[in-house]
């Protein structure tokens, strides 16, 4: 089992920026995949970004490609999203997942074993 707190969300103006934290345990944390999903209103949830075991590579929605960041400190068990220059189609409920049954990290998030309960993210124009 895999428990994962996400933090960090809350209400920020167009072009603000704000950091997300998921904080995992259970498994040891270096081991698995870790993915940021988000759900709007009304739509189904998607893929935000993903981060290997190690850190070393990275994929990300192409709508937030140059603006969000995702990276992890193993030594922390924790998994960040930096978002910068947000915008108000960016307001979303976020949520960390895990992904221990692959090896490589993906944008499917039925690959993903174990989630988050979401950090509300509101971006007002």
């Known amino acids: 089992q895999v428990q994962l707190v996400e933090s960090g969300g809350g209400l920020v103006q167009a072009g603000g920026s704000l950091r997300l934290s998921c904080a995992a345990s259970?498994?040891?944390?270096?081991?698995?995949?870790m993915g940021w999903f988000r759900q709007a209103p009304g739509k189904e949830r998607e893929f935000v970004a993903a981060?290997?075991?190690?850190?070393?590579?990275?994929d990300y929605a192409v709508a937030v490609k140059g603006r969000f960041t995702i990276r992890r400190d193993n030594a922390k068990n924790t998994v960040y999203l930096q978002m910068n220059s947000l915008r108000p189609e960016d307001t979303a409920v976020y949520y960390c997942?895990?992904?221990?049954?692959?090896?490589?990290?993906?944008?499917?998030?039925?690959?993903?074993?174990?989630w988050g309960q979401g950090t509300q993210v509101t971006v007002s124009s």
């Open positions: 997942a895990a992904d221990v049954s692959s090896s490589l990290y993906s944008s499917d998030s039925a690959k993903y074993d174990f």
């Open positions: 259970g498994r040891t944390f270096r081991n698995y995949a």
């Open positions: 981060i290997s075991r190690r850190g070393d590579s990275t």
